[in-house]
């Protein structure tokens, strides 16, 4: 490209794009973007030298994306968005209210760091987190530095984070920081500062290791090209790092990510690190203490853990000794790791160094302990609780970034930059009353790196996310990171929770690097496993009402799809006496109980109503669409894609997207008022078809563990309930013995095309009932539910040879469908529901429910923990 | 005065427990003004772990766990106590209490690092403007700190009126502060998150009182409570304990339990259990002086 044309691309910026907007139109050239042609700019830019030339490292990510071409890009990066839906890649936005998961936005230019450069960084980072351990293992012991004056009392005993209850336990082989990570800056200069550190729970390590899978799949070339250090050593780290800190030594000791669960911000990531490093995924509520030792509560009873990797904040971690209204922890956890029976990484307490004020006395602590000076600087740190300091900072609040020294929240403290007199003063009034509980820090310029904003190549400031796990040999560093974007230039700070992307971070290496697979967990003694006996019980649970919403959904869409097939507005009551067994079916299950508006009464709407064709059909269509009317369709899939969310680790990823399908599908519907019966009619139809693929999923890609098993046993009673129910309301019409009804319920009972194949004649009221009743072949029959529920409770664990309740009265049924003769319907002409078969589904009906409440006992008896108090003191 | 303490506190559940855990500090504290002569814990049922240790504190906390199905749990101490009344500090004569605020302040004397945590908020307890308002009255220039907390003391022993159903265990400071009504440990918790205002160390005390039947009539068994108050540090002297609730200062008819930073860390018997339902408890406390 000619320097004419150049000079043309940059004067077109100039005039349309804000100046804080750097942006490359590919439209203002012919060829490709020139990707390193960009102005030169007072940040650091991590492609571009200050002169406009591109860095060195940067040059082969450049040419291969240049050789790729346009259209080729293009294609990658929307490969890149695809990768990030398939993969289920999310996070959750606490409070927001558009559904609070939301996809993982992934910036697909990778963020590089040379050899050398990282060689400094790991070295700083290595000194920095033996620093730490040190400050911990002194502050929940001997607290020597606070005597010796090397650390002010009050950052300790001023702090929420410093658990009293977790002083005096010793971690083993004094790793009390185990995990940890450094966010980094880098300055106009182009030196490296530490921003924060990650003591507690360094998040994001998970979503570092999704970013590269991508982006390491839509940029093979570059990928190669650029010798980039592999992930998965560190992980194996993480992993042998893990195992050598079971209490005893074990060959294979069992290892758990303790979650706070799926509606934690970074759930993705926990359920992903989990199945990574094969790592069960537990809430509080599956673990027990008991004889001060930790087990895991599954189906076949109580298992010892070793290990736990925790998610849950240090202060949740026990309602017993820690913050007693958690509901989040395990009571007594703190007890079985004083008495050195469990590890927990990192030992709940360690948040006290995530403190800015320790920034401020880091390099003393450093000449102090290590007799070194501290390799990488943090950013400029004033600590209010030193007179010095608080004087600073009170005559410099316009050029500082004054932020809460500990977990408090602050009177006194606005996110803005800019102060009006007035918080000026009432800033500086909190300062001198408190002052410990303040610091300010300078104002971060973050560095720029190349990062794609809707197809463009930009630049955007970004920070980098590090981190290190202590091994046997000292900690190691994760060669890469997490790579954070802002939205825009001009921004000093990046959080995931206000928006931003994140970017994969390419650590390049001067030799040719060792292919390893990500995915393989080689090197560990793998002990083969069939059957997995240790399903956690609220797990089961969920598999359970997975399985029976999953159901319910499928007949009521059967009830509104006939419903609606036999309802035409302009027919009067004569037809739509035919509907009557579906409307009641409905009114029973809750789905057209108040459907007309004018009438509030609720037992004398329906009758009214179905009087009234235009009442009937919004009745039917608010079933389907309304997401506040009980039962409806729509409330049902929500319960399904919530439950599926639960059990989402252990699902797979098509199940989760056909739930969301589903549920798109019904809240992208077209407004209810402008709605025909027969769009709706198309609507239910997909929705079937979506069940179906989401029933499939769920029966056939499980293993038949008992997982599956729970799931299925949810779907045949909730299939059994639902069909006594509708031939309740079957037997019950006047007409129970018309052919058009009964082939009515043929339909609902999808089981329209066996009769056909049985019977060579129009419906007959006991060739009917026999099959939908009694025909143990017949996959939608009430028998056949019955027969499959009982091989079920055969094969879940027990008390050896008890006869179970929800045995017995599974026997009850079993018997009574046994006895039952359906030619019997024959010889009458009316009152149907008083024969044998109408008490037998009455009966039946009443059953299933008690049947479900005896498996809840019997296996999900996970009881809530609630905390008891001492009385107070008058 | 040597006594014969009896602590019980029974939970009685409406559905069966399968597990719970329990802290309890019930044990009082070995100190120059009180030896413990005798303590024995109770626990029904018998609990499956049961260990003793020290906390952060210094305070004696026993931790147990019990693993059989229940619906009632009994927790009882009895202790034999011997206290003796020693002189009290002459308040005329401590530190200034902006001295003793100057100690507390930046850069710390080593000499005070151990009372050192007692001047920061704690959980339940924040300091405020609003409170450094209402202490500094008794605060004036240059008052001798004991002199000047005893005269907090005091005005909240007439400024608060007693009474049992003002307030409840989770009633907050500001709602005390507000209705001028609570019991023990709310002015135990004013008392400290005022000397906390100003700067100044204070901890919260649990324990026991001797109660005195009215004249003429006999003591009753069981029917006195646990108690709270609170102590300041003093330079010099040391910690000394006031008493709000009876404008006194404690001597050889309080019985010191355990300290902390306000009731959350000393609360006599907490817990968490699996199941139960709702809950009733029962405490009963007998304090008898043997002559």
Redesign the interface.
């Known amino acids: 490209m000619s320097d004419e044309t150049r000079k043309q691309a940059v004067s077109r910026l100039d005039s349309a794009v804000p100046m804080n907007e750097t942006v490359i139109h590919p439209e203002a050239v012919s060829e490709p973007p020139p990707l390193h042609d960009w102005p030169a700019a007072q940040l650091f830019d991590e492609s571009l030298t200050p002169e406009g030339a591109l860095r060195p490292h940067y040059t082969k990510l450049f040419d291969a994306l240049e050789q790729l071409g346009s259209v080729e890009r293009n294609r990658r990066w929307e490969n890149a968005r695809r990768l990030v839906q398939e993969q289920g890649i999310t996070y959750n936005v606490y409070g927001d209210v558009r559904g609070m998961e939301r996809t993982w936005e992934l910036d697909p230019v990778p963020f590089l760091i040379e050899a050398k450069e990282w060689r400094s960084l790991e070295a700083g980072l290595v000194q920095r987190a033996e620093l730490i351990n040190h400050i911990l293992a002194d502050c929940y012991g001997p607290q020597e530095l606070?005597?010796s004056?090397g650390l002010?009392?009050?950052l300790v005993?001023?702090q929420?984070d410093f658990l009293?209850?977790c002083?005096?336990i010793k971690p083993k082989q004094g790793k009390y920081l185990i995990f940890y990570a450094a966010d980094l800056a880098r300055s106009p200069d182009g030196r490296w500062w530490v921003t924060s550190d990650r003591t507690q729970i360094p998040t994001g390590a998970g979503y570092a290791l999704a970013n590269r899978l991508v982006t390491s799949r839509i940029l093979p070339e570059a990928f190669r090209d650029c010798q980039v250090h592999r992930l998965a050593g560190f992980y194996r780290e993480m992993q042998k790092t893990l195992a050598s800190l079971a209490p005893l030594k074990l060959d294979n000791p069992r290892i758990v990510l303790l979650t706070p669960g799926p509606y934690n911000e970074t759930y993705f990531e926990q359920a992903y690190l989990a199945r990574y490093l094969g790592y069960q995924l537990v809430e509080g509520q599956d673990l027990?203490?008991?004889?001060?030792r930790v087990y895991l509560k599954t189906l076949a009873g109580l298992e010892m853990v070793d290990v736990i990797l925790r998610r849950v904040d240090d202060d949740f971690c026990d309602?017993?000794?820690l913050r007693?209204d958690s509901i989040l922890g395990v009571?007594?956890l703190i007890?079985a790791a004083?008495a050195g029976h469990v590890t927990i990484a990192n030992l709940p307490g360690s948040s006290l160094l995530q403190s800015p004020a320790f920034m401020a006395f880091l390099p003393g602590l450093a000449r102090q302990i290590l007799g070194q000076d501290l390799k990488l600087p943090s950013v400029a740190t004033w600590w209010c609780?030193?007179?010095s300091a608080e004087n600073y900072v009170c005559e410099h609040l316009d050029d500082l970034f004054v932020k809460p020294a500990f977990r408090?929240k602050l009177p006194g403290m606005t996110a803005d930059r800019e102060l009006s007199r007035a918080e000026r003063a009432r800033l500086v009034s909190h300062i001198h009353?408190?002052p410990?509980q303040f610091v300010a820090q300078e104002w971060v310029e973050l560095s720029t790196a190349p990062a794609l904003d809707a197809g463009r190549l930009v630049r955007r400031p970004v920070s980098l996310r590090v981190y290190l796990v202590a091994t046997e040999h000292g900690y190691a560093v994760m060669p890469g990171g997490l790579s954070r974007v802002a939205p825009r230039l001009g921004v000093s700070s990046v959080s995931m929770q206000r928006g931003g992307a994140s970017k994969d971070v390419w650590v390049l290496s001067e030799q040719p690097v060792e292919d390893l697979s990500l995915l393989s967990t080689s090197g560990f003694n793998l002990e083969l496993r069939r059957v997995g006996n240790n399903l956690p019980s609220r797990l089961a649970d969920n598999f359970f009402w997975l399985g029976r919403y999953a159901e319910r959904a499928d007949a009521t869409t059967r009830l509104l799809r006939s419903a609606l097939r036999r309802f035409t507005p302009e027919r009067g009551g004569g037809t739509q006496l035919h509907l009557a067994p579906l409307l009641e079916t409905l009114e029973q299950q809750g789905q057209l109980s108040a459907y007309s508006s004018q009438s509030q009464s609720q037992s004398q709407a329906p009758a009214m109503s179905r009087q009234n064709p235009e009442a009937l059909e919004a009745g039917l269509l608010a079933a389907i669409f309304d997401p506040r009317r009980n039962g409806s369709l729509r409330q049902l899939v929500g319960h399904l894609q919530r439950i599926a969310m639960f059990v989402r680790d252990r699902t797979s990823n098509d199940l989760w997207r056909a739930a969301n399908q589903l549920g798109d599908l019904l809240a992208n519907a077209p407004q209810e008022e402008i709605l025909l019966a027969a769009d709706a009619l198309g609507i239910l139809n997909q929705a079937l078809l979506g069940l179906a693929s989401f029933n499939g999923l769920a029966r056939e890609n499980m293993t038949r563990a008992q997982g599956w098993r729970f799931i299925d046993l949810g779907m045949r009673i909730e299939r059994a309930l639902c069909l006594c129910t509708f031939l309740d309301c079957s037997l019950r019409s006047p007409e129970a013995d018309n052919p058009s009804v009964l082939e009515m319920v043929l339909e609902v009972a999808d089981s329209t095309l066996t009769y056909r194949s049985r019977y060579n004649l129009l419906p007959n009221i006991a060739a009917v009932y026999d099959l939908v009743l009694l025909d143990d072949t017949n996959p939608r029959a009430l028998f056949f539910q019955i027969n499959q529920i009982a091989q079920h409770f055969e094969r879940l664990p027990r008390e050896a040879a008890e006869v179970t309740p929800q045995q017995k009265i599974l026997r009850e049924c079993s018997s009574r469908l046994r006895l039952l003769d359906t030619r019997e319907l024959v010889l009458r002409s009316a009152n149907w529901l008083a024969s044998d078969t109408g008490h037998a589904i009455v009966d039946t009906a009443r059953d299933l429910p008690r049947l479900s409440d005896a498996i809840a006992v019997s296996y999900f008896a996970h009881?809530?923990?609630?905390?008891?108090?001492?009385?107070?003191?008058? | 005065m040597t006594y014969n303490l009896i602590h019980t506190t029974i939970y009685e559940y409406a559905e069966p427990v399968t597990v719970s855990h329990h802290a309890a500090r019930v044990e009082p504290r070995a100190l120059p003004k009180q030896q413990i002569e005798q303590f024995l814990l109770e626990i029904g049922p018998t609990p499956a772990v049961q260990q003793s240790r020290v906390d952060f504190f210094g305070n004696q906390v026993c931790g147990f766990s019990i693993q059989e199905i229940h619906q009632r749990l009994e927790v009882t101490a009895r202790s034999r106590v011997h206290v003796v009344a020693l002189p009290p500090p002459d308040p005329g004569l401590s530190a200034g209490w902006e001295r003793v605020r100057q100690l507390f302040s930046d850069p710390v004397s080593p000499e005070v690092v151990a009372p050192y945590q007692f001047v920061f908020d704690s959980p339940l307890l924040a300091a405020s403007l609003e409170l450094a308002d209402y202490a500094r009255k008794s605060f004036a220039a240059h008052t001798p700190l004991l002199e000047a907390v005893a005269d907090l003391n005091r005005r909240i022993y007439t400024d608060f009126k007693y009474d049992p159903t003002a307030t409840t265990v989770a009633t907050p400071l500001e709602a005390v502060l507000a209705q001028r009504a609570g019991v023990c440990q709310d002015f135990a918790h004013l008392a400290i998150a005022c000397v906390r205002s100003l700067g100044l160390p204070a901890r919260y005390v649990s324990g026991y009182l001797r109660t005195r039947p009215p004249e003429g009539q006999k003591r009753l068994v069981g029917a006195d409570a646990s108690h709270a108050w609170f102590a300041v540090f003093c330079p010099g002297v040391g910690w000394v304990d006031f008493d709000p609730t009876n404008n006194v200062l404690p001597a050889e008819e309080h019985i010191s339990v355990a300290f902390g930073r306000d009731y959350s860390d000393v609360s006599p018997v907490s817990g968490v259990i699996t199941g139960g339902g709702k809950h009733e408890v029962h405490v009963s406390v007998d304090v008898e002086p043997l002559e």
């Not at chain 1, 027990?288 to 001060?292: E, K, L, N, Q, S």
Request: proline share 16%.
């Open positions: 606070i005597r004056g002010p009392p009050a005993f001023g929420p009293r209850p002083h005096g027990t203490v008991r004889d001060d309602p017993l000794e007693n009571p007594g007890e004083r609780g030193q007179k408090f009353f408190q410990h009881s809530e923990i609630s905390r008891t108090g001492g009385g107070f003191q008058p």
